[in-house]
């Protein structure tokens, strides 16, 4: 009995000392900035420093400047993310709006989670559907192109409720489309080539023609475009266009008219070109087209027999006669070697759509 009473009494002497250390401590932390390492020696009612640690107390007098520099890098970084973020989002806005004040509709002020949002909206409203013909080209460029207006507005923080006392107003920019309909008019689009050719022992070339011309075969009624990119056209990649030109018919009276109707070209304008011995431009990847003064003798021979040797070649090889001006179709796998030039087929990243007639009429 006696000895647990002693115990009890040397615990309670022992928190008591614990408890007075650890407010000694506690008062120290706060009255004192710790930079240097000391040993501390712990007597009743005091902490007595007893000596200093001299190799750790050079150590942390080293690191101190280089965390002071490490300090001032970062608050440098710190202030010029902060620019650059500032910079970003005024370039992020102007960059569009200069494009929308020329016309140049665009999506491109929308963050990337925000224009998904638009995109996938505009498709359901408009019940829009993607064959497998468009699938190298982005959603984004064909709902972009299903832009007919937008518009900036500014309202002034006076005509909404504002908790920002700094933010003097908003800007709003609206934009509209126009949907196609799911049963609309289906028309062929072509885009025409013109080629210099030999007229009355000269070479000229046909100019005024249009760029892009289109056809509706049920009635006959067409389009044209002289300069697709001024209606906001973009026929290369899909066939939109934010303003459709006139309607019209094919008529015998126009240049166009008679070309397709192998006519007498008594409406159409020309221009000169310097002379050359023959022009040769390719259409798609296994279509040419060529124009001489005069009929051409040429070789249609396997390419791989081509590369042996000549003498073979000759051998097996077919001749045939071209018109002075003609489409010709390079077979794969045969190679066309004509006076002074050869085809070939080649891969073209762009196909060219014609009327065979505007190139064989002469």
């Given at each position: 009995m006696g000895l647990s009473i002693a115990n009890s009494i040397q615990m309670?002497?022992?928190?008591?000392?614990?408890e007075m250390v650890e407010n000694t401590l506690s008062e120290l932390s706060k009255t004192?900035?710790?930079?240097?390492?000391?040993?501390?020696?712990?007597?009743?009612?005091?902490?007595?420093?007893?000596?200093?640690?001299?190799?750790?107390?050079?150590?942390?007098?080293?690191?101190?400047?280089?965390?002071?520099?490490?300090?001032?890098?970062?608050?440098?970084?710190?202030?010029?993310?902060?620019?650059?973020h500032i910079n970003f989002q005024r370039?992020?806005?102007?960059?569009?709006?200069?494009?929308?004040?020329?016309?140049?509709?665009?999506?491109?002020?929308?963050?990337?989670d925000d224009l998904q949002k638009v995109v996938y909206h505009v498709i359901e409203q408009g019940n829009l559907t993607f064959n497998a013909h468009h699938g190298s080209i982005p959603i984004v460029e064909f709902i972009t192109k299903l832009l007919v207006l937008q518009q900036i507005d500014f309202i002034p923080s006076s005509q909404y409720e504002n908790q920002?006392?700094?933010?003097?107003g908003r800007i709003v920019i609206a934009s509209f489309f126009a949907v196609p309909q799911q049963e609309q008019t289906s028309f062929h689009v072509y885009k025409l080539l013109t080629m210099p050719y030999l007229h009355k022992n000269q070479t000229i070339q046909l100019s005024h023609i249009p760029r892009y011309w289109a056809i509706n075969p049920t009635d006959n009624t067409t389009?044209?475009?002289?300069?697709?990119e001024e209606s906001g056209?973009?026929?290369?990649?899909?066939?939109?266009?934010?303003?459709?030109?006139p309607l019209r018919t094919i008529s015998k009276d126009s240049c166009l008219g008679q070309i397709i109707g192998s006519l007498p070209l008594s409406n159409c304008h020309?221009?000169?070109?310097?002379?050359?011995?023959?022009?040769v431009r390719q259409l798609t990847d296994n279509i040419w087209v060529t124009s001489s003064p005069e009929s051409l003798h040429y070789l249609k021979i396997p390419k791989i027999e081509y590369r042996s040797s000549n003498h073979e070649t000759l051998k097996i090889s077919q001749q045939i006669i071209l018109p002075p001006v003609a489409l010709v179709n390079v077979t794969p796998g045969y190679t066309i070697l004509c006076p002074g030039f050869t085809l070939v087929m080649i891969r073209t990243a762009e196909e060219n759509f014609l009327q065979p007639h505007s190139l064989l009429h002469v």
């Open positions: 309670l002497n022992l928190q008591e000392q614990v004192t900035q710790i930079d240097e390492v000391k040993l501390a020696k712990i007597q009743p009612n005091q902490i007595k420093i007893a000596e200093q640690l001299q190799v750790t107390q050079h150590a942390i007098n080293d690191i101190i400047p280089v965390l002071d520099s490490h300090s001032q890098a970062l608050n440098t970084l710190k202030t010029g993310i902060e620019r650059l370039s992020f806005i102007y960059l569009p709006i200069t494009q929308i004040f020329r016309n140049q509709l665009t999506l491109n002020f929308l963050s990337p920002n006392p700094q933010e003097i389009m044209e475009w002289h300069d697709p056209c973009n026929l290369q990649l899909m066939t939109s266009c934010r303003d459709s030109p020309a221009k000169y070109v310097s002379h050359s011995r023959v022009f």
